[in-house]
């Protein structure tokens, strides 16, 4: 443990005055509130902690007889006394050595995106309204109004904790508490900023530009790291993520990275086959329908569904054929229908096995 006196860069002799003038000067510097840095908190610690012994003239005697590390009442002790008498009694909130932090991260906040179904097959860009927590402009997460700054706690020099000696079982113990004039922090805020009350950070709408990638589905969550709520006291942000919903389309549904549709077909256009062109959502498709083509029937395109989400390529689009049967025939229509049947050998209707799979999907959809 480095010596207390150099911690605070004090002659040996110093007064307690200059003591106390050393601590300040290096809290100001030091504060968590000021100096956000892992080193500055470590070193505000050992600052605090060697002000703690030598402000106190019974402890200043002691730590000069015991010199480093020796038999004499080190500091460290009373500290891990702390420690255990907070683990046991829940005291302090978390061994609170130190003072907190009014800097803390912001809140994630979720948000719900739809997105149609071509949107989906190559991805799209969105500009994003949310309604967040920004830095406030005025004080620039200081909290403070422009040229003020935080001032040293005068009840808890800064620590954040009072400290004070319990009898218990184990003897005298230390506890700390949060410090009441400054709830903890360490320093008190004067003059905070009038734009956001000293909260260091103000409600806004903020635009944030998104890509969504190709192949996202219903459920999907995207995490944009830093784009969610501004943290207090110019805190780190939060993430925001957004949640996709793919909205129904009238005639396209989707089977992972595969499209599906029905196409419907006259029964006369399934006897005789022929080329079609259909609207799928990415531009128009050649079906060949070949002479006989029957009910159920998928014809796959290749490469026409959906971009991969990870990787590369896109899925098919899978279409089913259903042939429709006429419902109303006129007179002569009726007559060379007949005819037909009377020509062409038709076996007679007989029973096989169900029709489980994609047609039967189909057909519900269709039917539904
Ligand atoms: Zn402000
Ligand atoms: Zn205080």
Same mark, same amino acid.
């Given at each position: ?196 009350? %000293?909260? #260091? $950070?103000?409600?806004? @709408?903020?635009? =944030?530009?998104?890509?969504? +990638?190709?192949?996202? !589905?219903?459920?999907? *969550? ?88 990870? %990787?590369? #390529? $896109?899925?098919?689009? @899978?279409?089913? =054929?259903?042939?429709?049967? +006429?419902?109303?025939? !006129?007179?002569?229509? *009726? ?34």
């Amino acid at each position: 443990m480095a010596d207390h006196y150099e911690v605070l860069g004090v002659a040996r002799d110093a007064t307690t005055d200059e003591i106390k003038k050393a601590y300040r000067r290096l809290a100001r510097q030091l504060h968590p509130d000021v100096n956000p840095g892992a080193d500055a908190s470590e070193r505000f610690k050992s600052v605090t902690h060697a002000y703690d012994v030598l402000s106190d003239a019974k402890q200043r005697q002691q730590y000069d007889r015991g010199g480093q590390g020796g038999g004499g009442f080190d500091n460290g002790q009373f500290g891990n006394f702390g420690d255990i008498f907070e683990t046991f009694f829940g005291g302090g909130g978390g061994g609170s050595r130190g003072p907190r932090s009014r800097r803390e991260r912001g809140q994630d906040a979720l948000l719900r995106v739809e997105l149609d179904l071509d949107e989906v097959i190559f991805g799209t860009h969105r500009d994003i309204e949310v309604d967040t927590a920004v830095v406030c402009g005025t004080c620039s997460g200081t909290c403070c109004q422009p040229g003020t700054a935080p001032v040293t706690c005068d009840i808890c020099h800064g620590t954040g904790n009072i400290q004070r000696a319990v009898r218990s079982l184990l003897g005298n113990v230390m506890t700390s508490s949060p410090c009441g004039s400054c709830r903890g922090y360490g320093t008190i805020i004067a003059t905070p900023c009038v734009t956001c009350q %000293g909260q #260091g $950070r103000v409600r806004a @709408r903020r635009k =944030v530009p998104i890509d969504i +990638p190709a192949g996202v !589905d219903t459920g999907l *969550r995207l995490q944009m790291p830093g784009s969610g709520e501004a943290g207090p006291a110019g805190g780190p942000n939060g993430d925001l993520y957004l949640e996709m919903k793919v909205r129904h389309h009238d005639v396209f549904s989707r089977d992972g990275d595969d499209l599906l549709c029905t196409l419907d077909i006259p029964m006369t256009t399934a006897i005789l086959g022929t080329t079609t062109t259909v609207a799928a959502l990415d531009g128009d498709i050649e079906v060949q329908l070949r002479p006989g083509v029957q009910s159920g029937e998928i014809l796959t395109i290749k490469d026409r569904g959906v971009t991969k989400l990870r %990787g590369n #390529g $896109r899925g098919d689009l @899978r279409i089913g =054929v259903q042939v429709l049967t +006429p419902t109303k025939l !006129d007179h002569k229509e *009726r007559e060379l229908i007949e005819a037909f049947a009377a020509r062409h050998k038709v076996p007679a209707p007989s029973l096989s096995h169900f029709q489980q799979g994609l047609f039967a999907k189909l057909r519900d959809r269709f039917l539904g």
